[in-house]
């Protein structure tokens, strides 16, 4: 049965580790969002996290260890000493598991949803947002816009989001996420990911209502 967005191998993966790992993590980015939320996009990868937010530890190897009992083909590399990426396949597809370490503590507690018959944590909406708002200030990667559109359409508070959002992230404020908004060349990256034309117009679209809102609430501000 599929869940939302997620495919059949990346379904495998979560209910595999729901009842073979014993230290806590949480499912988040494009993966929470695709399969248990807006449903709105695909993505190859799984982002992961500790419970705790906190330093990876002994998750990867027993991330490793699990998968790889069940049969999957499984290939770690560290690219950072919190950040692992474990490359997972099967004879029909390929998932990245992507684990992060050392965030900042989450504004929300993890929702407890089903796959495969089991329970796993997933940041919640609220707590995505917070975090695509994040890294939309930071990388200013198209999808990130595309994300908090999706998030905001399903009800999200940007107020709420903003204002955790600077308390997680430092050097993080309205008029910083206003600035970078502003200079995103969203017809030159639209080409890069191969938008179409309707998926350009609703970026451009997107930037400018929370360009108006961002610039409304610092008026009132000031």
Known sequence: MSLGRLSPLQQR??????RGT?????????AALGGFYTLHRTTRDLDLTPRDRRGLGL?????ERC????????????LER??????????????LLELIGNWSPASEEPRSLNVEGATIAVDSPHELLVRK???????SEPRDLQDVGALLDNGGDLDRALADAATQFTGFS???????????PIERLATVVRWTPEQTAAALTLRGE???RLETDLAAES
């Open 82 to 95: 919190d950040h692992v990426r474990i490359h997972v396949r099967d004879p029909s597809e390929s998932v």
């Open 59 to 63: 998750l990867p190897v027993e991330v």
């Open 22 to 30: 014993t230290l806590p993590w949480v499912l988040t980015g494009g």
């Open 67 to 78: 998968l790889a009992a069940a049969g999957l083909d499984v290939r770690a590399e560290t």
């Open 174 to 184: 309205r008029h910083g996420l206003a600035q970078v908004i502003r200079a995103l």
């Open 13 to 18: 993966i979560l209910g595999l580790m729901a």
């Open 210 to 212: 929370l360009l108006r």
């Open 133 to 139: 708002l994040m890294a939309l200030f930071d990388r």
